[in-house]
């Protein structure tokens, strides 16, 4: 009971603050009423399909935690494939309406909505399993150091205990999602008709690979978190560091887009118009929706993080009036 509790608050707390991140984007700068709702409800499918990531990460995050139950690659497996189904379900649900009209719907219209669907599914179920692939990998090289619990090995460093056999682990997972939603894009242009072949690849490749990066910097962070602990200090620090690394990554994504839009003019017959017409690389806005909706991401999954470790009950108690170990959580 009281570990349903414990994820209870804890998804509720990282549900209040997606809402909030969603209306203040939608709000901002100041809008009527009607088009904050069109912007909440265009959002809205975002911010639910990153949430089922967030909640399967926080039921994760509750076992180590808890050690209640270890943590296997068939949990993994499982809870992968709900976020997949689920985020798939509130993507794709859009279509619905389109279907049940009675007019007559372009078949371009319901193939590109099922393949941004599988996509944003397979991104947010690959968010989960890269996180947990780097967590396993970081527990073998902490080895002794780690105690059990949450926080894994809490250190006074100024920078956390990620190393790069992790943040390798986690490029490797997230390498092979970016394939995955690279096949379905590519697929899908070239079935609507994209007069441009090598455009079309370098295009959607540059895509694919902003996305993993995003997702990259996530699944770090919440690892980051994990080591050391969620407490006020790192969490407001994570989550300003998280936005700064998600902006200079975009910029760097928008440099090599650059440079193959170059390639792609000089190497082929793609003119200049379509490779500028295709927004390659163009500059990334800080403060565009993508990066905020993904810090939003990252705050959320902390404090819900924030709250497990918290509310987890002193191993040696066990009784119904069990405390919080402050020495684990507050440093």
């Known amino acids: ?3 349903t509790r414990r994820r209870g608050a804890s998804v509720l707390v990282a549900t209040l603050l997606l809402g909030l991140a969603t209306v203040t984007l939608a709000s901002v700068p100041p809008r009527p009423l009607r088009s904050v709702v069109t912007l909440v409800h265009g959002l809205g499918l975002r911010v639910a399909t990153d949430w089922l990531a967030v909640v399967a990460l926080l039921s994760l995050a509750d076992r180590v935690a808890t050690e209640d139950g270890a943590v296997t690659r068939s949990t993994v497996r499982r809870l992968a494939l709900a976020v997949f189904v689920g985020a798939f379900a509130i993507e794709v649900s ?3 309406r389109l279907v049940a009209e009675p007019s007559a719907v372009d078949a371009n219209v319901l193939v590109e909505g099922v393949a941004r669907a599988l996509q944003e599914g397979v991104f947010a179920a ?3 399993v890269a996180t947990a692939a780097g967590g396993a990998r970081l527990r073998r090289e902490l080895g002794d150091d780690g ?9 006074d460093r100024l920078l956390p205990r990620v190393g ?5 682990r986690v490029a490797r997972v997230l390498g092979v999602v970016a394939a995955l939603w690279f096949g379905i894009e590519l697929v899908t242009r070239l079935t609507m008709g994209a007069p441009y072949f090598w455009l079309a690849v370098g295009d959607t490749a540059v895509a694919a690979l902003g996305g993993a990066v995003d997702y990259a910097v996530l699944a770090v962070a919440f690892l980051a978190l994990a080591v050391d602990g969620a ?3 790192s969490v407001v620090g994570g989550t300003a560091v998280v936005w700064l690394v998600l902006v200079l990554l975009g910029i760097g994504v928008a440099v090599l887009s650059a440079g193959l839009g170059v390639l792609l ?11 500028e017409s295709a927004g390659m690389g163009l500059w990334p806005d800080p403060d565009s929706w993508t990066r905020l909706l993904a810090t939003g991401t990252f705050l959320a999954g902390a404090v819900g993080l924030w709250v497990v470790q918290r509310t987890v009950p002193e191993p040696d108690s066990g ?3 069990a405390t919080v170990d402050d020495s684990r959580t507050a440093r």
């Open 231 to 233: 407490t006020v200090r």
């Open 94 to 96: 859009p279509l619905v």
């Open 147 to 155: 105690a059990g619990g949450l926080p894994l090995a809490p250190t």
């Open 319 to 321: 009784g119904p009036n």
């Open 126 to 128: 690959g968010l989960l």
């Open 1 to 3: 009971m009281r570990a």
């Open 265 to 275: 003019v000089g190497a082929t017959a793609t003119p200049m118009g379509a490779v």
């Open 164 to 168: 790069p056999g992790t943040i390798g």
